[in-house]
């Protein structure tokens, strides 16, 4: 069964930078494609990256610049590579994969990392 474990998270000063892990076990889905989420307190669930088997990446338009989604492909392990953060960049950070492209939705979800930039 798949399962998403995230890490990485914590709390820096607006300006610095934190980069997330997800290690991805039992997904195998070919094509596939995962993302990272994030949400804050009382607030909905943005999408805030995404990467897909052929390469091709999409962010959120308020993390462009500034963050960058990779994926290890021999450990199994997504990342987000946040810079430059921003008090608004605080929330709940979510990895979650999709059983092929995109579009078909994401079915598996990691427990979080809290991300808090002051």
């Known amino acids: 069964h798949v399962q998403l474990v995230e890490s990485g998270g914590g709390s820096v000063q607006a300006g610095g930078s934190l980069r997330l892990s997800c290690v991805a076990s039992?997904?195998?889905?070919?094509?596939?494609?995962m993302a990272w989420f994030r949400q804050a307190p009382g607030q909905g669930r943005e999408r805030v990256a995404t990467i897909e088997s052929d390469g091709q990446t999409t962010y959120l338009d308020s993390v462009k610049g500034r963050f960058t989604i990779s994926k290890d492909n021999a450990q199994s392990t997504l990342y987000l590579q946040m810079d430059s953060l921003k008090p608004e960049d605080t929330g709940m950070y979510y990895c979650a994969a999709a059983g092929g492209y995109c579009y078909r939705g994401f079915g598996y979800w990691g427990q979080g990392t809290q991300v808090t930039v002051s």
């Open positions: 039992g997904y195998t889905y070919n094509p596939w494609c």
